[in-house]
């Protein structure tokens, strides 16, 4: 697995992990079951703290997208698409297509993008 961290971005190491991960998933270059590098590994691999990828992994777990096994490690969930969208999400969202609002995008081009970006993420 080969994530690309960016050190000089706002987002936290950790959520940079959990982000890359989920959109793996989610673009099905994850599959359920599949094994994630240990948490030594990926520090290691990566060159970042190991408390961080304990964090991202922690927050992953958390949220659903993986289990953990002290035997077996990590493992993508078998049962990532059968959840509620978390009001975390929702708001987020919010916040996107306000954000396209103000920048004058109409509705219709601001489902358009939502619905390339969704249907791009299934073609791969």
């Known amino acids: 697995m ?3 961290f960016d050190f000089s971005d706002s987002v936290p190491l950790y959520m940079q992990i959990r982000n890359q ?3 793996g998933i989610a673009e099905k270059k994850l599959l359920p079951g599949e094994k994630l590098p240990t948490i030594r590994s990926l520090a ?3 060159g970042i703290n190991m ?3 304990s964090k991202a992994y922690q927050l992953l777990k958390q949220e659903g997208y993986i289990v953990t096994d002290r035997r077996n490690g ?3 969930a078998g049962s990532c698409g059968e959840k509620q969208v978390p009001d975390k999400v929702i708001s987020e969202l919010r916040l996107c297509l306000s954000e396209l ?3 004058g995008i109409s509705q219709e081009d601001a489902m358009n993008l939502c619905r ?3 249907e791009e ?3 791969k």
Do not use: D, F, K, N
């Open 101 to 103: 609002r103000l920048s």
């Open 121 to 123: 993420g299934q073609r």
């Open 2 to 4: 080969l994530l690309q």
């Open 116 to 118: 390339e970006l969704y």
């Open 44 to 46: 290691q691999e990566s």
């Open 21 to 23: 991960i989920v959109i």
């Open 51 to 53: 408390m961080t990828v």
């Open 74 to 76: 990590a493992a993508v």
